[in-house]
């Protein structure tokens, strides 16, 4: 049989040198690159775990040792072997212990009379595999726990067919007010105005149906003060415990709202001005300029005096004409960009 190439670096913890001797010769056979150590008491096993030096792969672990034995051997073994699978060595006499040991932390046990290179190095193989695929699964939790929490943006789990919350990060919490409690005995009804509750109907029933036509990205959502909030929803499906959950991601639209309602109103009036400049301020500008021409062709406009009057009349009136004109050409630029 082929060897197993990679490295391994084993303790043994055994008090009875003949089993360790079966033991080393087991794992020989399997590992190419084995390195064992070997610890006769639970003293010598301790200072190994200790030893940052010494990062083990997995740890069989005999029963009785001199100083050390059963539930307080493992329960003490286990403690110091953290993120190392141990492995329980038993006799027939302790295997409903061995059983047991399951319970306080050890990742598997072997009765040491059915030991064979085979069912040892499966044993390693599986248990090493597991511990990694349980700090695997760990480690991925904490990510999505912390993309969750650390996320900005407020976001809320919920049931989708109670629409009950079942989870909230700590921007909802800021963002509404409720602490997680009164979360958790909340509905996605309780976020919306009475007079939406059929908007959320149907955008539920649209969004998560085939037809998606009828969603409604925009609405609005109640604080814990009454306070109403204009909010953008970004909806999603995930699993949670093998069940099918609604995730919302929300974004407080509010003062981009305002903004974009003073702008329109900013627009709106603007629009009145320049109406204003075009017809209601030229309209007597006209009669003025019309008065003038009446005045330069009448008797009392011939003097040389008048004459001069009249013309500064009209050369202000027409700047004034002009001014308004330029005006309005930039009022429609704008206009027309909108």
Do not use: C, W
């Given at each position: 049989?082929?060897?197993?190439?990679?490295?391994?670096?084993?303790?043994?913890?055994?008090?009875?040198?003949?089993?360790?001797?079966?033991?080393?010769?087991?794992?020989?056979?399997?590992l190419l690159n084995l390195k064992i150590k070997h610890a006769e008491s639970f003293k010598a096993a301790a200072r190994y775990l200790e030893d940052a030096a010494s990062q083990f792969d997995i740890v069989?672990?005999?029963?009785s040792l001199p100083d050390k034995s059963g539930e307080e051997l493992v329960l003490q073994i286990i403690k110091r072997a953290i993120g190392i699978p141990v492995v329980v060595l038993t006799g027939f006499s302790n295997l409903e212990f061995g059983s047991r040991s399951l319970a306080l932390g050890a990742s598997d046990y072997l009765l040491k009379d059915d030991l064979s290179a085979a069912i040892l190095y499966k044993s390693?193989?599986?248990?090493?595999?597991?511990?990694?695929?349980i700090s695997e699964l760990k480690e991925s939790r904490s990510k999505y726990s912390d993309l969750f929490q650390l996320n900005p943006s407020p976001i809320i789990v919920y049931d989708l067919e109670t629409l009950r919350v079942v989870d909230v990060n700590q921007a909802t919490i800021l963002k509404y007010g409720?602490?997680?409690?009164?979360?958790?005995?909340?509905?996605?009804?309780?976020?919306?105005?009475?007079?939406?509750y059929d908007i959320l109907r149907r955008a539920i029933e649209g969004f998560w149906g085939d037809d998606k036509s009828d969603f409604q990205r925009i609405t609005k959502h109640i604080k814990k003060t009454g306070e109403i909030i204009d909010v953008e929803v970004n909806p999603a499906k995930i699993r949670i415990n093998n069940k099918d959950a609604g995730l919302v991601l929300i974004?407080?639209?509010?003062?981009?709202?305002?903004?974009?309602?003073?702008?329109?109103?900013?627009?709106?009036?603007?629009?009145?001005?320049a109406w204003i400049q075009s017809h209601v301020v030229r309209a007597?500008?006209?009669?003025?300029?019309?008065?003038?021409?009446?005045?330069?062709?009448?008797?009392?406009?011939?003097?040389?005096?008048?004459?001069?009057?009249?013309q500064f009349i009209k050369e202000s009136a027409l700047e004034l004409d002009k001014i308004v004109r330029d005006i309005n050409e930039k009022s429609e630029i704008i206009i027309s960009r909108e």
């Open positions: 049989m082929a060897k197993d190439v990679e490295h391994y670096h084993v303790l043994v913890v055994e008090d009875n040198l003949g089993d360790f001797v079966i033991l080393e010769e087991y794992l020989s056979e399997s069989f672990l005999d029963l390693l193989l599986y248990n090493i595999q597991r511990v990694k695929f409720y602490d997680e409690e009164e979360f958790l005995s909340m509905n996605l009804f309780d976020f919306r105005p009475k007079e939406e974004n407080d639209i509010t003062e981009n709202i305002k903004y974009t309602r003073k702008i329109e109103e900013q627009n709106e009036a603007f629009k009145e001005i007597p500008l006209a009669r003025l300029l019309g008065l003038v021409n009446l005045l330069e062709i009448s008797e009392e406009g011939s003097s040389k005096e008048n004459s001069e009057l009249l």
